[in-house]
């Protein structure tokens, strides 16, 4: 430890002292100059209220809508870009480098990234000189390359686990900010509430401004119970609440809302780590660690599904803003590099546009 | 999984030196590379095509070959070709000679607005000017809330009403004309560029308050869509700069380029955290060195500068050329090094640490361990640690709290970084000597810590070349 330490110091004298020397650079201290570097207070005494909606003995009967819409649909809006390049492909007599080289790519621009496109072509050039493919038939290698993508997704459960005999089933939602956990736990409150449920929300976002009060209007809406700590508050503790209220009550299922945290702040994932530790602890039961991810997200996808897995345990993946222009392709590299299901999508502003995910709907989205 | 850039193109050109000669099919691996580097930047599949271009025509292989580290040599040309596309004119802000100065931000939900909108506010408000805050998202529930919450801390008032967001936008423009206010910010919920009611709607507000700058927000974590979301929001709304946000995460950031290609205007600030302090206004060249993953020793030179105290570090660094460096000078710098932040980030800052140590955890207690090593040491002993015998070290370690082998440790490593600097001292000069040049500055750290791999307690951090 002594020695990344030593260098550490040595590097930034060198660095410090060398512009020092050179005295004169300007600096620019307009925008920086009093960065708060101060923690935002984190009283360890939270006070957690607990706020029962206006209504509670009028929870909405069973009454689970076949709502599904096409993904396809959805994701057709825009999906010029793509498609004008697998025409290409199609239209072509045969298959030659131009054709791989088309679909590479395409798969670029949907944000499967270089290592998994690299990889599903070239196995699609092996079978191409092998034989097992003919090198005259283009749609038919198109079919080859949606059914490997598809294939990718193979053996996964797409829905969402509960706890099996006593005790509250809590799922916990992570993710970067601003990729829509909270909206997310939302709509699925709505939707669990729907389903006869009982359903309490944990405000663990006591970081950003206003996320409680976010988080409490869609417990409104979905007629939930919602547990909420002061700002800046222990979040640990929210959930901790939320457990013994859901418990206590006899709520079967715990919504756990957790900050947007980059993945490279190492004491904001510690401080992810307590909260799953806190929430697996009896009487609650955790089920599910589910990643937010923003379709929108490029490579660095992959990387954040990597160190919250390493960090939480993550089970699956719900991929938001899938009805922009979007593709959501970095999912293909997560699934191949990491073997994380997505378990839910979002393909609209809607509650009910929370979908499972479909990987056959999902995959011909992609080539349009 | 991925390698720097320079490493991999030291691998290819170590490769050629063999064989003596650099033809045009060794500059198109090397193109390759840069394509896949980009490429995994989430730089735009058009944006690369074009750069690559530019690149090819500057690197041909027989003007390559006349530099001794052609490797090098590329990396300077894709950082110029990099700035360049990021550079052009940069945005200076002008203020309407009949204020208010009207700002509207837009982008698609999630990238970050409402924390930028405040973060303008106050570096608006730095810049000596009076801004005001308009709430005309209300389509996300509490997103005005939020930025009472953000307004209230800066002190910087807040407009917004329950009714629609042309009205809003209209009626804070007014109440900000009422109370003297020479600066508005409108932030605009968050929407997707093929929304088409939606982006309707955000015309609209424009209209109503006629922007003298729009801005679009985007996530430096974006990937390939980047291009077409800027496109549609450039196409409605005029874009007049961009707000990259999140950039304190290890995205690399390709998307800004994308952008700032398509919509051809300047990236004017950067959001780097989730406080509202958290913003400043954008230097390409150093987004340029991120892109290709070099890291970024301007924004560490510039930290440094914030923090450090010039004059005791003016003194250290003498005292390190003269090999005269005490562990008092340690202590000081130590000290200084703790104001700037945890260690891991400073470590992702620097160009060339090895990987096995940028992804080393540093533990910023065992900065405190070694504080209060030194610290239980003697005035004497701090100034000449050879007199630290057995049981001087038993009772530096029980004052300290740690063991004997912990102060062992700690003198050995500083023994090492003692040698270490004698060999560089020359060389901290020859940066001195050289004033502002920041790709000097960057190579000086290089070369230092490459001088700590071949310490002998430095094993298994690797030479890389």
């Known amino acids: 430890m002594a020695l990344v330490i030593v260098l550490i110091v040595v590097a930034v004298v060198l660095v410090a002292s060398g512009t020092l020397v050179a005295g004169t650079r300007s600096r620019r201290r307009d925008a920086v100059l009093t960065r708060a570097r101060a923690p935002k207070a984190r009283p360890s005494e939270p006070v957690p209220s607990v706020t029962t909606p206006a209504e509670p003995g009028t929870a909405p009967q069973l009454e689970i809508q076949a709502v599904h819409p096409a993904l396809k649909d959805r994701l057709g809006r825009a999906r010029g870009l793509l498609a004008g390049y697998l025409d290409q492909v199609r239209g072509r007599k045969g ?95 709505l939707r669990e509430t729907k389903a006869g449920r009982g359903v309490v929300l944990a405000a663990g976002d006591t970081f950003r401004a206003a996320a409680g009060e976010q988080l409490e209007s869609w417990a409104e809406r979905a007629d939930a119970r919602i547990v909420r700590g002061s700002d800046g508050a222990d979040p640990s503790s929210v959930i901790f609440d939320a457990v013994q209220h859901a418990a206590s009550r006899g709520a079967g299922l715990v919504l756990a809302d957790t900050a947007g945290r980059l993945h490279t702040k190492v004491n904001l994932m510690d401080e992810l780590r307590k909260v799953r530790r806190v929430a697996e602890r009896p009487p609650g039961q955790l089920t599910e660690v589910l990643l937010v991810l923003d379709a929108t997200t490029g490579q660095n996808g992959v990387v954040q599904a990597r160190q919250f897995t390493e960090a939480v345990g993550v089970t699956g993946i719900v991929l938001t803003k899938l009805d922009g222009t979007a593709k959501g392709g970095v999912v293909l590299a997560i699934r191949s590099e990491l073997g994380l299901p997505i378990k839910l999508v979002g393909v609209g502003e809607g509650p009910e546009d929370l979908v499972p995910f479909d990987p056959t709907e999902f995959v011909s989205a992609l080539f349009g | 999984m991925f390698d720097t ?40 599949l058009a944006v690369v095509r074009e750069l690559i271009e530019a690149i090819r025509a500057r690197c041909s292989g027989a003007e390559l070959a006349k530099y001794l580290t052609p490797a090098q040599q590329v990396i300077k040309v894709v950082n110029e070709e990099l700035t360049a596309t990021l550079g052009g004119q940069a945005l200076k802000i002008s203020y309407a000679s009949k204020p208010p100065t009207v700002v509207l931000l837009a982008g698609l939900q999630g990238s970050g607005k409402t924390t930028s909108s405040a973060g303008l506010a106050r570096w608006f408000r730095q810049q000596g000017r009076h801004p005001y805050l308009i709430g005309a998202d209300l389509q996300r529930p509490a997103a005005v809330e939020q930025l009472r919450v953000l307004g209230a801390e800066i002190g910087v008032g807040v407009f917004s009403e329950p009714t629609d967001p042309v009205s809003v936008a209209r009626g804070g423009l007014a109440e900000a004309q009422r109370l003297g206010r020479d600066v508005v910010i409108v932030d605009t919920a968050g929407r997707l560029a093929i929304d088409r009611e939606l982006m309707d709607e955000v015309r609209r507000v424009s209209e109503a308050v006629r922007p003298h700058y729009t801005f679009f927000v985007v996530d430096a974590m974006t990937g390939q869509d980047a291009v077409q979301t800027a496109e549609a929001f450039h196409q409605a709304l005029q874009l ?114 090895p990987k096995e140590m940028r992804d080393a955890k540093v533990d910023d207690r065992d900065v405190g361990k070694i504080e209060a090593i030194i610290c239980s040491m003697t005035p004497l002993e701090r100034a000449d640690p050879t007199v630290l015998d057995g049981s001087r070290r038993l009772r530096v370690a029980r004052g300290s709290g740690t063991s004997t082998t912990e102060v062992n440790n700690l003198l050995r490593q500083f023994k090492e970084m003692q040698k270490m600097m004698r060999g560089i001292g020359p060389m901290a000069k020859l940066m001195g000597g050289r004033p502002g040049n920041p790709s000097k500055s960057s190579k000086g750290t290089r070369k230092k810590v490459k001088g700590g791999r071949v310490t002998p307690s430095s094993k298994g951090l690797g030479p890389s070349r």
């Open chain 2, 5 to 44: 850039l320079t490493d991999r193109f030291d691998a290819i050109f170590t490769r050629l030196r063999g064989r003596g000669r650099l033809g045009d099919a060794e500059v198109a691996e090397v193109l390759r590379e840069i394509r896949v580097a980009l490429l995994e930047a989430d730089v735009n």
């Open chain 2, 240 to 353: 007049d700069g961009i707000i990259l946000t999140k950039v304190d995460g290890d995205a690399r950031g390709g998307a800004a380029l994308s952008v700032k290609q398509v919509v051809g205007r300047p990236i004017a600030f950067l959001s780097t955290g989730e406080r509202v302090a958290d913003f400043e206004v954008f230097h390409p060249d150093r987004l340029a060195s991120r892109i290709l993953g070099m890291g970024d020793v301007l924004s560490l030179i510039e930290k440094a500068e914030r923090e450090y105290d010039e004059e005791v570090t003016g003194q250290a660094l003498q005292r390190l050329q003269t090999g005269t460096f005490t562990l008092d000078d340690f202590l000081d710098q130590l000290r200084q090094l703790k104001k700037m932040g945890p260690l891991t980030g400073l470590l992702s800052l620097m160009p060339g640490v």
């Open chain 1, 95 to 189: 298959i030659d480098e131009a054709t791989f080289e088309e679909l590479e790519e395409a798969l670029i621009l949907a944000d499967v990234g270089v290592t998994t496109t690299t990889r599903v072509l070239r196995d699609l050039r092996d079978r191409l000189h092998s034989g097992a493919l003919s090198a005259t038939d283009p749609p038919a290698l198109l079919q080859a390359l949606q059914d490997d993508l598809t294939s990718l997704f193979e053996g996964d459960v797409e829905t969402l686990a509960y706890a099996e005999g006593e005790g509250p089933t809590v799922w916990l939602f992570v993710g970067v900010n601003g990729v829509g956990k909270t909206t997310t736990i939302g709509k699925l409150a």
